[in-house]
């Protein structure tokens, strides 16, 4: 079965410092990759995509999530965060059931001021 | 200009009762979803309706029926609440093209509480 996991349940920043979130999937097929984020008590908002050609994508807000085929990974990364960053961000993966989303169980960013 | 819209935002509740949860979409998007969100923030898939078929079902008990009016709307009927169902709902929509499944746009969620 496809699996999505996010290595961090917690992470905690303080503005300027650099972001990894990491997130490595379980599915040896073809795979669209996405990275959504949670602001407090609002909905999922799309961060980035991945569907297919260069594994280097850039997202919205200064986002960017690298696709390493061989390590089944896809890690956020922004390389300054700002206090406004302080969300639940998702990772999910769409594999051969076209449409069905299997999510990540979430990191939560805390940055401070 | 909301593009996928849910009422109600809250719902509070008893167990043993019947709720419905209703979902919009202004996009033109030819998909719905519902996705369970528990309070650990794990997020589920739980249907998809395309066109108004039901084209994924997952693992959900049948007092959970959703129903599709036509493309724009997916409702999301529960019979009997328990303790457990208790969690934010969120819509979705997206357009299937030909190369499948475009990106999910997402609902601001319902947050249900059954006491």
């Known amino acids: 079965a496809q699996s999505v996991s996010q290595h961090n349940h917690h992470v905690i920043l303080s503005e300027a410092a650099s972001l990894e979130l990491g997130c490595n999937y379980s599915y040896g097929g073809t795979v669209n990759l996405f990275w959504y984020v949670q602001y407090p008590g609002q909905h999922l908002q799309l961060l980035l995509k991945y569907f297919s050609g260069d594994p280097l994508v850039k997202g919205i807000k200064g986002f960017e999530a690298e696709f390493i085929k061989s390590k089944f990974s896809f890690n956020l990364r922004k390389p300054s965060v700002q206090w406004s960053d302080t969300a639940e961000y998702f990772c999910a993966v769409e594999g051969n059931q076209g449409g069905k989303l299997i999510f990540g169980q979430g990191t939560e960013l805390s940055v401070k001021p | ?115």
């Open chain 2, 1 to 115: 200009d909301t593009a996928v819209s849910q009422t109600p935002k809250y719902l509070v509740t008893q167990m043993g009762n019947d709720k419905s949860i209703k979902c919009e979409q202004n996009l033109g998007h030819d998909t719905m979803y519902w996705y369970k969100q528990d309070s650990k923030k794990f997020l589920k898939i739980m249907f998809s309706y395309n066109n108004k078929e039901l084209i994924i079902n997952e693992t959900v008990p049948n007092r959970f029926s959703p129903k599709s009016p036509d493309k724009a709307h997916l409702n999301l009927h529960i019979n009997s609440l328990e303790l457990g169902d208790s969690a934010v709902y969120f819509c979705a929509s997206s357009l299937l093209v030909s190369g499948g499944f475009e990106t999910q746009y997402f609902g601001p969620g319902t947050r249900l509480l059954v006491l």
